[in-house]
């Protein structure tokens, strides 16, 4: 069974700039979620995707945007990069079934100069 | 708006010790409640689930138990090692699609 891997690790990039950060799902999961961590805090939940589709969002706004695939990966998508958006984004998939149990995967490190 | 806290922010034991983390929520109105344990800059692990309908599970030296009237649960970690030495999180699920973190709780085991 293979688990939740995302990529990259770490990115640069400078403020203004565009990013895309990507999440392949652990086996047999329909759903992925996406987090951002800033450092100290808990995970604060970004979106989630369901059947391709966006199906629940926190509180971020529009330019942080999303896509899932057929085979269930996902993409996170963030425009015009502030420097607040350095933290570690987190990828969890998850069965949609009885226990919404999620998995995540080891993170990506993203640091806004 | 549910909000989720996590008491001590740090705790320092020597090995051998039981001890007890808690979490306290707003809503009780959740579906379900994950512990997770995370490494300094790694992801999260999840340790144990527990179902709104459900008071307590258990894996090895892991119990964590749910009281959703009151609003908190607790994981309890007996006999600690210093592997154990990491972040805990809780995080509560509620009928829609929202997930909600604490802050974490630093445990750290002195050998």
């Known amino acids: 069974e293979t688990g939740v891997t995302q990529s990259p690790t770490h990115l640069i990039k400078t403020r203004g700039q565009q990013v895309t950060l990507r999440c392949s799902s652990q086996?047999?999961?329909?759903?992925v979620s996406w987090y951002q961590q800033a450092l100290g805090q808990g995970p604060q939940f970004i979106f989630q995707?369901?059947?391709?589709?966006?199906?629940g969002r926190g509180n971020f706004p529009p330019r942080f945007s999303g896509l899932q695939f057929p085979n269930y990966s996902s993409e996170l998508n963030v425009n015009a990069l502030e420097l607040d958006d350095s933290a570690l984004y987190l990828c969890?998939?998850?069965?949609?079934?009885?226990?919404?149990?999620?998995?995540f995967g080891p993170g990506t490190r993203l640091t806004v100069t | 708006k549910q909000e989720v806290t996590q008491i001590p922010a740090a705790l320092s034991v020597p090995e051998g010790e039981n001890l007890v983390l808690n979490c306290s929520f707003t809503d009780s109105a959740i579906y379900n409640l994950q512990w997770f344990r995370q490494d300094p800059g790694k992801g999260l692990t999840s340790l144990l689930l527990i179902q709104s309908s459900q008071r307590e599970q258990t894996s090895g030296r892991l119990n964590a138990s749910l009281d959703k009237s009151s609003g908190r649960s607790t994981l309890y970690i007996a006999a600690s090692q210093p592997g154990d030495s990491a972040t805990y999180l809780c995080a509560v699920k509620d009928y829609g699609q929202n997930f909600v973190f604490g802050p974490g709780t630093r445990l750290s085991v002195l050998p």
């Open positions: 086996s047999g999961h329909n759903t």
């Open positions: 969890a998939s998850s069965w949609r079934g009885p226990t919404y149990e999620q998995y």
């Open positions: 995707y369901y059947r391709e589709e966006e199906n």
